[in-house]
T-cell receptor
């Protein structure tokens, strides 16, 4: 029940296309859902996060869509650019503030 | 600049040796964490600390030890009991009871030679 399942494991998208990464969870106590971006050899950095009281949050080209009834959330990257090539992690946390991490998605944007 | 500093960036360990990875933060965060990342893999929690002089085991604590004598510092010792220590180690911190945002350091690469 503590798992966060992330898919796909890897993704190749053409420049200008839409990148979509999905995550699913079981624990209904989770109330915070962040996405982190990690470049090779660097630590992950917070990209965008959402709480379950909203169904969508947009920051620039990055959007989180949240479906509470399905217990799923996804990251959409619009107009994907080569600089977006990185590994993306979803995560979920409950009121104890411990993050449960997805396995990560390696995104490659082809020029 | 505020942030999390990990050192060294690269470290080589001989079989049977203990090594210590340093992690210092000047963000005034209460909570600190150590994660292990293997190539192409996700993040696995080793230890975390919510307050000075207190820490808890994560999912893969065996073969590791930590201390939290100061709020700013959370060193990780990889002991000889850790049979497969070659990995990328990430230190992180967060403001306890607020927002859940975790900030990561740049990481340390540990290789067994």
């Amino acid at each position: 029940q503590q798992q966060v399942k992330q898919s796909p494991q890897s993704l190749i998208v053409q420049k200008g296309g839409i990148s979509i990464i999905n995550c699913a969870y079981e624990n209904t106590a989770f109330d915070y859902f962040p996405w982190y971006q990690q470049f090779p050899g660097k630590g992950p950095a917070l990209l965008i996060a959402i709480r379950p009281d909203v169904s969508e949050k947009k920051e620039g080209r990055f959007t989180i869509s949240f479906n509470k009834s399905a217990k799923q959330f996804s990251l959409h990257i619009m107009d994907s650019q080569p600089g977006d090539s990185a590994t993306y992690f979803c995560a979920a946390a409950d009121s104890n503030y411990q993050l449960i991490w997805g396995a990560g998605t390696k995104l490659i944007i082809k020029p | 600049d505020g942030g999390i500093t990990q050192s060294p960036k690269y470290l080589f360990r001989k079989e049977g040796q203990n090594v210590t990875l340093s992690c210092e933060q000047n963000l005034n965060h209460d909570a600190m964490y150590w994660y292990r990342q293997d190539p192409g893999q996700g993040l696995r929690l080793i230890y975390y600390s919510q307050i000075v002089n207190d820490f808890q085991k994560g999912d893969i604590a065996e073969g590791y030890s930590v201390s939290r004598e100061k709020k700013e510092s959370f060193p990780l010792t990889v002991t000889s009991a850790q049979k497969n220590p070659t990995a990328f180690y990430l230190c992180a911190s967060s403001i306890r009871a607020s927002g859940n945002t975790i900030y990561f350091g740049e990481g340390s690469w540990l290789t067994v030679v």
